[in-house]
C-alpha cells in the first residue's frame, strides 16, 4: 500500500468503534431522557414551532404516534450500536434520529448541543461503519477487511462536520454589528451572567465559579480570544492528524470549562466521543484483548 | 473482489455524500446576510444566534412568582411551570408573555396547575412579571434582585370543587405539562 493511500486509509475496526461508541452515548442519552420526552410532547399545542424534518408538520402528531416514533429510536440506537443490520438500521437510525431530536426542539426552544450528534449519525448511518465491532461481522465470520479509504472518509468527515459546528459559532459572534468586540470578553461576561441570572429565577442555581471569575475582566478577554481562535481557526484541524487531536483536545476542554464557569453541559462534547473520530480509538479493542 | 478496491461508483457516492452534508452544514452562514428580524434558526443545521446577541449589563427576564398567604413571594422553578428543562420553559413563557403579549392567559392556565402541584400547597397567587437586572451588581453582590413589573396576576384555586381556568384541559393546556 502506497504511503498516501495508508494516509487516506483507516481500519474497518476504527469506524466501527466510534459508531459503537456514539451509538452506545446515543442509547443512554435517549433513555435517560424517555419520561421527559413523554411529556414534552404533550406540550400544549400553540407552543409547537417546527424545526429540522419536523417542518413537513402543521401541526404535532397525537402524542401516542410521537411515544412510538421515540421508542422506536431507542430500538434503531440499540441495533445500531451493536452494529446489526446495518446497511438497514444505519440509515433508518439517522433518519429516526433526526426526527426525534428535531421534534423534541420544536417546542420553541431549539437545543443546538445535539446538532453534531445529529450530522455524526447522519455520515456514520450511510457509511460501512460496522464491517467490524459489530454484530454483522459477528455473524458473518469474516475476516476483519483491510485499512481502506471507505473507513477513512466517514471519520473525516465526521471531523470536517465538527469543524464546521465551531466555525459557524465564531463567525455568529464577529458576525455582529460590533463585530470583532467579541474578543474583547465583555459579551461573554455577560452572556455567563444573564445565564445565572435566568437560573436563579427559575429556581435553579448560577454556577459558584460564575460569581467568583466574574469580577475578573481580564480573564473573560482571555476565554473570549481562546474561544474564537478555536472556533474560526478550527478548518486547520483538518490539515494534519496531530494538529487536528490537538484542536480536539482543545474543544474539549473548553466545553468542560463551559460546564464549570456556566453550568451548561454539552453532554455529547464532555463525554469525548464527539471527538473519537479524531483518534485511533481501535488501539482501545487491542488493549483490551491485551489485558484479557 | 479485491479488497484494495473501491465498489462500483462507491467513491463517487462518498464525495457527493460528503459534499452534500458539508454544504448543509456550511448553509446557515447565509442568515448572516439577513437582516437580523429575519433570520431563522434551525435544527441540526443551525447559525448559532445565541452568539451575535448584543449583551448589555441590564438585561429583562419574564418568570413566575407565587405569592404566599402573607404576601411573601416566591420565584417558582421551571420544573413547576413545564417540562423540558429551564431553557424550554423560558423561552416558552417569554413566547406566550411577550412575543404574542398574553401574559394573563400563562397565569389563568397556569394557576390550576400549581393548586394541585404539592410544593405549591402555600400559594395563594401567582405573578407574571418582568424583572430588569443589572447584571454587575447581581453577580459582584452574588444576589439576583432585580426591578419587576407585574405583566399579570391569578389567584390559585384552593377550593378542590374549582374548575380550571376557562379553555385549559390536562391534555392542552397553555403551560407545558
Known amino acids: 500500500m502506497s504511503s498516501v493511500r495508508r494516509a487516506v486509509s483507516a481500519p474497518a475496526a476504527r469506524l466501527g468503534l466510534v459508531r459503537a461508541l456514539v451509538g452506545g452515548y446515543t442509547l443512554v442519552y435517549l433513555a435517560r431522557r424517555r419520561k421527559m420526552l413523554r411529556k414534552v410532547v404533550r406540550t400544549d399545542p400553540a407552543m409547537f414551532e417546527p424545526v429540522g424534518p419536523v417542518r413537513a408538520l402543521r ?9 412510538a416514533l421515540n421508542d422506536a429510536t431507542l430500538v434503531t440506537t440499540a441495533l445500531f450500536a451493536l452494529g446489526a443490520g446495518h446497511r438497514l438500521i444505519g440509515p433508518l437510525h439517522s433518519a429516526l434520529l433526526s426526527w426525534t431530536l428535531s421534534y423534541r426542539n420544536s417546542w420553541s426552544m431549539i437545543f443546538h448541543s445535539d446538532n453534531a450528534l445529529v ?6 448511518g450511510a457509511s460501512r461503519a460496522a464491517d467490524a465491532v459489530s454484530a454483522d461481522a459477528l455473524l458473518a465470520r469474516r475476516p476483519q477487511p483491510a485499512a481502506h479509504p471507505r473507513y477513512h472518509w466517514p471519520l473525516r468527515l465526521m471531523n470536517a462536520s465538527s469543524t464546521a459546528v465551531y466555525l459557524l459559532s465564531g463567525v455568529s459572534k464577529v458576525a455582529r454589528a460590533d463585530g470583532w468586540s467579541w474578543v474583547r470578553g465583555d459579551s461573554l461576561r455577560r452572556q455567563i451572567a444573564i445565564d445565572g441570572v435566568r437560573k436563579e429565577v427559575f429556581g435553579s442555581h448560577a454556577s459558584p465559579t460564575a460569581y467568583a471569575l466574574y469580577r475578573h475582566k481580564a480573564l473573560f478577554t482571555l476565554f473570549a480570544a481562546g474561544s474564537l481562535i478555536l472556533e474560526l481557526g478550527a478548518p486547520l484541524s483538518l490539515l ?25 453541559k454539552f453532554r455529547y462534547q464532555m463525554s469525548g466521543v464527539a471527538f473519537a473520530a479524531w483518534f485511533d480509538v481501535e488501539r482501545l479493542l487491542e488493549l483490551a484483548r491485551r489485558t484479557r | 473482489m479485491n479488497e484494495d478496491l473501491w465498489a462500483p461508483h462507491e467513491r463517487g457516492r462518498a464525495t457527493l455524500f460528503a459534499a452534500l452534508v458539508m454544504g448543509a452544514m456550511l448553509w446557515p452562514l447565509r442568515q448572516h446576510l439577513r437582516p437580523a428580524e429575519r433570520r431563522v434558526d434551525g435544527f441540526p443545521l443551525s447559525y448559532y444566534p445565541m452568539f451575535s446577541k448584543r449583551r448589555r449589563q441590564h438585561a429583562n427576564v419574564v418568570y413566575a412568582v407565587g405569592i404566599l398567604a402573607d404576601d411573601s413571594r416566591r420565584r417558582l422553578r421551571h420544573s413547576v411551570l413545564g417540562s423540558g428543562g429551564l431553557n424550554q420553559v423560558r423561552h416558552q413563557l417569554y413566547r406566550v408573555a411577550i412575543t404574542e403579549d398574553h401574559p394573563q392567559q400563562y397565569a389563568d392556565a397556569l394557576a390550576p396547575r400549581l393548586a394541585a402541584h404539592p410544593s405549591c400547597a402555600d400559594l395563594v397567587r401567582v405573578e407574571i412579571v418582568r424583572g430588569e437586572f443589572d447584571l454587575d451588581t447581581c453577580l459582584l453582590n452574588h444576589q439576583v434582585e432585580g426591578t419587576e413589573t407585574v405583566l399579570a396576576t391569578a389567584d390559585i384555586p384552593r377550593d378542590p370543587a374549582a374548575p380550571a381556568a376557562p379553555g385549559v384541559d390536562e391534555s392542552a393546556q397553555r403551560t407545558p405539562a
Open chain 1, 59 to 67: 401541526r404535532p402528531v397525537p402524542p401516542p404516534v410521537a411515544d
Open chain 1, 119 to 124: 450530522v455524526h449519525t447522519l455520515v456514520l
Open chain 1, 240 to 264: 494534519g492528524r496531530r494538529f487536528g487531536r490537538l484542536w480536539a483536545v482543545s474543544w474539549f476542554g473548553m466545553h468542560w470549562g463551559i460546564r464549570v464557569i456556566m453550568g451548561i
